[in-house]
């Protein structure tokens, strides 16, 4: 268990967050690696199905963020 | 919301879901949730329920 | 508070985001070189440890490091500015360390494949090796000729060994003959050997370098005794042989390092006592002091003011000198002060030897003859000074011979030169074309740091007094690395970038090459039909300004330096921390209208528009930052809230707790023991009061810098008093001469949106011009024909871009590679060094068809930069642009996972997975195509609206303007005049006039529309007046529908009639009737329905208005009291004039808040208007015979209008723009534009700006003919659809709909428009039937991409 890392799933706004994470790369600023992000067009196209689909996949945790 | 209760119903924790807002220019912020959300889904272990083989058994 | 390179990127989100270099002039070291040696370069270097690397930057120049870091005088140390700290550098101690710590024959000297011409060199000095040198790097093999037994020249026998060991000598000799240059000692010119022989045995070019060999006589009798030895040639003797007959007492004349030498080698020699006589005094010595001082500890003798008169000889032999005292009198040619003899003042000196050592020349007794070579009276060869050319073609002379006994650094640059010079002649070229001497004016160099520490330079280790006796062990014994390393790092690289090159070695990508470095100004001819002059501002700067301590308080910082401290790139990270102590600030101030709105302390007497609204910013993003903990307050006169939102802002900030203090500050002091600082200041109400702060911002102004004034008036541009460009109201971008527009803060004072809308302003005007010219100068890119996919096995194509060390530097690239490869339907994995190169994209495109390959993936940067780049790729070579999908293992893994190289590589994995099992799925998209009608439609005729119509028309375009009065004008109509005194009826009635008179303009008077159809490129809109309808067709259409003065129902509005509006009041004063005369007083109310709750936002225009008003009346009535009533007066930019204006005209000001309102009686006849004065503190009753409100401009926010174009409006009504600061005159449906009030309240000049910027963003659409619509839209499936609607409801773009109730197939089911659909998937994800796909994104795909982690 000691090196279980959580794996979580980020659907992500192109225009909102997506871009918030490019510039954090930019300014070379450093967060945990466990989060593997699904670009979508806008958050109004996250769908419920995602988000259970993905937990139903494995991951450890879903994050939307617009 | 709703989503979240259902997740609930399902025996899968709350805390698996989260959601926010960061706009582009907010790269402190967008770090800030990421950290956060990791510790938070670390802090409630592995996901131990709904995925895929036990799944098959519903 | 960060330290930055001379490489640097601007800051994180500059664009180009690419790195910079900074460079000013060269370093003055550089420049006193006489080789022109790249000092700072080889200092840098050896700071660095990186010997060899200086040594590449030496031998570009330089052949013989370690001989000239022995012997070179050292110019560049006199030139050093390390001098203004404490001492120069020891350069040419360093030089000497880097040749100490690599040997120079390793070094690869790059050479030019090997001509076929030979040249011959006369002289193996500095002058002779350099020229051999250079040549052989150009390919030019040479022979050296050597009159003497050993190479070398002075170098060789001019210097002792003491000072320079001849093993060094030797070594770098071969660097020389390493490059395969031969040379002939022993071989003289002279009646064997002459230059016409030399050319006659094949020798291309001949280079005479034979130096300044021959002593100088003393001219006084007894000089030919036996016992006189001239100095040089004594060297010489000692160098070749190792000693020379020497005298037991030895007299040395001269003061140079000549005579230093002789008496140094003379002390190792044995003589019992040597003495050098000097006629000036050790001050004027030209020896170097430590070679003085070196010779004093050795034990020689220095008799200073005294020349030799006679040498006394008995027997043939020296017995002796008898000298003379010297004076020393006025200063002389040279500078040096002139010795004069004392009489009566001879000595004799007891000597055997005397060694004149006062110069020499050249020996000219084997080129006397030769022909076209002439001399100068100084017996040296007249030569060209630039390109050391005879009179006869091929012979070239230079070094001592040329500039008389000069340094060795100076003859080793004229071989360098002679090199240059007989290359072009073997070339034919022109020898003397672009090499005259640079000037110099007054050099630029990088600011000595504020924080350097006195350092003593470093001194090189000597051998013991002891061991140096009776031999020539070297005595400089060179700096160990460290020392030498410590010693490097004073240097403070004057000219920033040093020149190193190490950047060109480096850069894996080719982007910075030595062109690069070697970029300059340039001067381009550009033949253009109109300028944009968008020169921005400088900010205030108010170090000079001793009041606020910007100079002695570190903790007094700008408003800028406190942006870049709030700043994610900036130098702290955006962690707000002061300067003095890093501590985070508890409590910070800002002071308002630094270098605004002050005539005594800066001279700008205009308000800087935006100061308010960013320290308002500034400290709520502070204490966002930094907690609810922070206080924040704010110092201010009058607070300018008067932009689109700006007041809902200020009252939030209010709520947040940030303090706002309208207040005069008149002292900070710091307290004693911290670095705090106190603030002691004057309330409203005169009370004084004093708090202390952590950290003090100065909201600095704008000003225009002084080579922007210099640039209009060279343009023959006129500007204001406030040194902005001088324009009209009604001609708001347009400068004093024709053709030259203008936009931007040098415009006026102005925040981003305004600045937006000037640009945009200007274009159109420019365009205007220009129409004629539209498209002659536009390049089309050639289309590569799509080839189908459908049907086909997916063979993916994966590469994966190192980005140089971006990526490489952490994700395992290989890695990720091999592990692509092993994935399904993958075809064939790369890596490519920088995937966006053109040399990548082109081979891509050659691999995408070679392997037939139908998707690509690209593991790289960010789609959101590079997205288009890579689809323009796959366009390239035939594929649909949408079979594309693109990984970010940079910005999203490699940047921000640095420490976890494993993970980081694990998650670049995963991430390409997913993206691959995505591609596979992706299919050919179509985009749609769509020709834009080329027409107008602009709703509304007044003034925004008239020029939007105009600019159209004028740039070609039919355009449909529509007004639903039977008037053009709008407000205008009712307005008198402007801030600057311009006349508006008469302005307007022109504009009306061109209207009228433009054929492209169809004016459509009481008109209103019915109906609108269609989308961006094709409206149809449905026009009614009142007997008929009419469907216009029409590319964009253009929201100029205005606003409209409150009809206030406060302050006994209609009670009397002497009770106005501000427009009520215009109207009176265009009649110039009785009811504007014979005043005794008028009062002005201020903010009438405006800053209340009811309508949070500044109408802008009243305050200019009621000022501009209130002068009016002040010329017809100079005798009454006028009052303006007021919450902040808000005339921003030069509109500050005119409240300074009305102030000395004598117009009351009197200040009052929201809760007490001033209270009107209307009884009697009489106005009265109370008022409780702010400084007086009491209730002040004014009786008046005129009132007028300033009421508030309210749009008319039209809903049904609003709905036929999907625009959103605010909830004060305007109409909602696209972007507040990017798209202020569009809105986000596409094809759909705004100006005027309809946006915002805006004055005359500003609704002209925006009217002329509407157009000329519409006309970027329209100019386009066709559009292309995104392929990544949703679909209908009408065969699952249930047509419930929710689509059609949810839709914020009104992009589904029904299918007609009698269509032949389908009817009643939703279908999308993918010209309207934004691609957002909101409908996806609401259909409840799962019909809606969205094309790039649909539910497989994403699924795909789940089931991939």
């Not at chain 3, 020393?328 to 004799?348: F, H, K």
């Not at chain 3, 001469?737 to 102005?750: D, L, N, S």
């Not at chain 3, 970010?888 to 995963?910: C, F, L, M, Y």
């Amino acid at each position: 268990m000691s090196d279980w890392e959580p794996k979580i799933v980020a659907f992500l706004c192109n225009w909102c967050s997506y871009g918030a994470a490019d510039l954090a790369g930019v300014s070379r600023l450093q967060y945990p690696p466990n989060i593997r992000v699904i670009r979508i067009p806008c958050t109004g196209r996250m769908s419920p199905k995602f988000a259970l689909s993905a937990l139903r996949n494995g991951a450890d945790g879903v994050w939307v963020s617009g | 919301m709703l989503l979240s209760n259902l997740l609930e119903y399902m025996g899968i924790e709350r805390n698996r879901l989260h959601m926010s807002w960061v706009s582009s220019a907010e790269a402190t912020k967008f770090i800030d949730v990421v950290t956060e959300v990791t510790e938070a889904v670390r802090a409630l272990g592995p996901n131990k329920y709904f995925i895929k083989d036990q799944a098959k058994v519903a | 508070m960060g330290d930055r390179r001379a490489t640097y990127k601007r800051y994180a989100q500059a664009i180009p985001g690419a790195f910079a270099i900074q460079k000013v002039d060269k370093a003055p070291c550089r420049l006193a070189c006489p080789a022109g040696l790249n000092v700072q370069g080889y200092v840098q270097m050896v700071k660095e440890g990186k010997y060899k690397e200086a040594l590449e930057l030496i031998m570009e120049d330089l052949p013989l490091p370690g001989v000239l870091g022995r012997v070179c005088p050292h110019g560049c140390e006199d030139a050093c500015r390390r001098c203004e700290v404490d001492q120069p550098l020891a350069i040419r101690d360093l030089k000497r360390l880097a040749a100490d710590q690599f040997d120079a024959r390793e070094i690869e000297i790059e050479c030019a494949p090997e001509r076929p011409e030979k040249v011959a060199i006369i002289g193996s000095g500095p002058a002779g090796l350099s020229a051999a040198y250079q040549l052989a790097r150009r390919g030019v093999k040479s022979v050296i000729y050597e009159a003497l037994s050993q190479a070398g020249g002075m170098l060789r026998v001019g210097i002792p060994d003491h000072r320079l060991p001849p093993e060094i000598l030797d070594q770098e000799i071969e660097v020389i003959t390493n490059l395969g240059v031969e040379i002939k000692v022993n071989t003289p010119l002279g009646p064997d050997l002459t230059v016409d022989d030399l050319f006659d045995q094949g020798y291309k070019a001949v280079y005479l370098a034979v130096g300044a060999h021959k002593g100088i006589g003393l001219n006084i009798p007894g000089e030919k005794a036996k016992g006189v030895r001239q100095g040089v040639e004594w060297l010489r003797q000692v160098n070749l042989d190792g000693s020379a007959p020497l005298g037991k007492r030895v007299a040395i004349i001269g003061g140079g390092n000549v005579a230093i030498d002789v008496a140094r080698s003379a002390v190792r020699l044995g003589a019992e006592s040597v003495q050098v006589i000097y006629r000036r005094t050790r001050a004027e010595m030209p020896a170097w002091e430590e070679e003085i001082q070196a010779a004093e500890a050795e034990g020689v003798e220095f008799v200073y003011l005294t020349a030799p008169q006679e040498i006394l000889v008995d027997n043939g032999k020296v017995d002796g000198l008898r000298c003379i005292r010297m004076d020393l009198g006025g200063a002389d040619s040279s500078g040096r002060r002139r010795p004069i003899p004392l009489p009566g003042s001879e000595i004799d000196l007891d000597v055997d030897m005397v060694v004149p050592a006062i110069g020499q020349r050249p020996d000219l007794s084997a080129i006397e003859a030769v022909s076209g070579l002439e001399f100068t009276r100084w017996s040296t060869a007249d030569v060209d000074p630039v390109t050391f050319a005879t009179g006869r073609p091929g012979l070239f002379a230079g070094g001592d011979l040329q500039s008389g006994p000069w340094v060795a650094i100076g003859a080793i640059a004229a071989g360098k030169e002679a090199a240059e010079s007989i290359e072009r002649y073997l070339d034919n070229a022109d020898l003397a074309a672009g090499r005259e001497p640079r000037e110099y004016g007054a050099p630029v160099y990088r600011p000595i740091p504020a924080d350097a520490v006195v350092t003593a330079r470093a001194k090189m280790p000597e051998l013991a007094l002891a061991e140096r006796e009776g031999n020539f062990r070297e005595v400089e014994l060179g700096y160990a690395a460290a020392e030498g390393q410590a010693e490097a790092g004073r240097c403070i690289n004057c000219a920033y970038c040093c020149e190193c090159y190490q950047c060109v070695e480096v850069c894996g990508a080719g982007a910075v090459t030595l062109e690069t470095h070697a970029q300059e100004r340039e001067l381009v001819d550009l033949q253009v039909g109109s300028v944009i002059l968008a020169p921005g501002f400088t900010p205030y700067d108010p170090s000079g300004l001793d009041f606020y301590g910007f100079d002695e308080h570190p903790n007094v910082i700008t408003s800028m330096q406190f942006e870049r401290l709030l700043s994610a790139s900036g130098p702290t990270e955006g962690h707000v921390v002061r300067p003095s102590d890093h501590k985070e600030p508890q409590r910070i101030a800002w002071f308002q209208c630094v270098g605004s709105r002050d005539q005594n302390r800066c001279n700008n007497s205009y308000c800087s528009s935006v100061c308010c609204m960013y320290a308002i910013k500034e400290a709520v993003i502070a204490k966002e930052h930094a907690g609810d903990g922070l206080d924040c307050a704010i110092f201010y006169m009058d607070m300018r809230t008067y932009g689109k939102e700006f007041e809902r802002y200020y009252e939030g900030a209010k709520q947040q707790g940030i303090r706002f203090l309208r207040s005069k500050v008149h002292t900070i002091d710091p307290v004693p023991g911290s670095d705090d600082l106190e603030v002691r200041y004057v309330n409203e109400d005169g009370s004084l009061a004093s708090e202390v702060f952590d950290l003090i911002v100065l909201s600095v102004g704008l000003e225009t810098n002084p080579e922007v004034v210099a640039l209009a008036q060279s343009m023959g541009v006129g500007v204001t008093d406030g040194n902005f460009c001088q324009t009209d109201t009604f001609a708001p971008v347009t400068t004093t001469r024709e053709g030259i527009f203008v936009c931007g803060a040098f415009q006026g004072p102005k925040d981003i949106p305004t600045a937006v809308v000037d640009a945009s302003a200007a274009a159109a005007a420019s365009g205007e011009l220009l129409s004629l010219a539209r498209n002659t100068e536009t390049r089309t890119a050639e289309v590569v024909p799509e080839t189908s996919v459908i049907g086909q096995r997916p063979r993916v194509g994966v590469f994966v871009c190192r980005c140089g060390i971006n990526i490489a530097g952490v994700v395992d690239v290989p890695a990720v590679r091999d592990y692509a490869a092993t994935l399904p339907f993958v075809e064939y994995v790369n890596d490519n060094m920088y995937s966006c190169s053109q040399d990548t994209q082109e081979e891509m495109t050659a691999l995408i068809k070679e392997k037939g390959l139908n998707r690509v993936v690209v593991a790289a940067c960010t789609p959101k930069t590079h997205e288009p780049l890579f689809q323009e790729t796959l366009l390239n070579a035939g594929l649909n642009k949408y079979l594309f999908e693109m990984v970010n293992i940079r910005n999203q893994d490699s940047w921000v996972h640095k420490n976890n190289p494993e993970i980081a590589t694990g998650k670049a994995k995963d991430l390409v997975r997913m993206a691959i099992d995505k591609v596979i799925l992706k299919e050919a998209l179509a985009e749609t195509e769509l020709n834009v009608t080329q027409a107008a439609l602009v709703v509304g005729g007044g003034i925004a609206g008239m020029t939007a119509s105009l600019s159209l028309a004028r740039q070609g375009y039919p355009t449909h303007l529509v007004e639903r009065t039977d008037r053009l004008g709008g407000q205008a109509l009712s307005l008198f005049r402007t801030w600057k005194g311009e006349l508006i009826q008469h302005q307007l009635a022109e504009l009306v006039a061109e209207v009228k008179a433009e054929p492209k303009v169809t004016v459509h008077l009481n008109t209103e529309l019915t109906a609108v159809d269609g989308f961006v490129g094709n409206f149809n809109t449905t026009l009614t007046n009142g007997t008929g309808e009419e469907t216009i067709e029409h590319g964009v259409t253009l929201m100029a529908t205005g606003a409209h003065e409150l009809v206030p129902s406060e302050y006994a509005y209609g009670e009397d009639d002497r009770i106005v509006t501000s427009l009520e009041l215009d109207r009176r004063l265009r009649a110039d009737d009785d009811t504007v005369k014979n005043l005794a007083t008028a009062v002005f109310i201020q903010c009438v329905g405006s800053r209340e709750p009811e309508r949070p936002y500044c109408s802008r225009v009243c305050c200019t208005h009621a000022i501009e008003n209130a002068l009016a009346l002040r010329e017809r009535n100079p005798e009454a009291n006028i009052y303006i009533l007021n919450r902040d007066i808000r005339t921003y930019g030069e509109r500050e004039l005119i409240y300074t204006k009305a102030r000395e005209a004598g117009i009351i000001f009197i200040r009052f808040d929201v809760g007490h309102k001033p209270s009107i009686s209307a009884a009697d006849g009489k106005i009265t208007v109370r008022v409780t004065d702010h400084i007086l503190g009491r209730p002040v009753e004014i009786e008046t015979d005129l009132l007028s409100l300033s009421a508030a401009v309210v749009p008319y926010a039209d809903e049904q209008l609003a709905q036929f174009y999907k625009l959103p409006l605010n909830a004060d009504g305007f109409f909602v723009e696209r972007h507040a600061k990017l798209g202020p005159s569009e809105f986000a449906t596409d094809g759909v534009f705004l100006c005027g009030l309809a946006h915002y309240p805006k004055s005359i000049d500003e609704s002209i700006s925006q009217g002329k910027a509407a157009a000329s963003r519409a006309v970027t659409l329209l100019a386009q003919e066709r559009i292309f619509t995104s392929g990544e839209v949703a679909q209908v499936d009408p065969m699952l659809c249930s047509s419930c609607g929710v689509c059609v409801s949810v839709c914020p773009y009104s992009a589904p709909s029904f299918i007609e109730a009698d269509a032949r197939m389908f009817a009643g089911k939703a279908t999308i428009n993918a010209a309207l659909c934004k691609g957002c998937g909101l409908c996806v994800a609401s259909c409840r039937s799962g019909a809606i796909h969205h094309k790039g994104f649909d539910n497989n795909q994403i699924f795909a991409m789940i089931d991939a982690i």
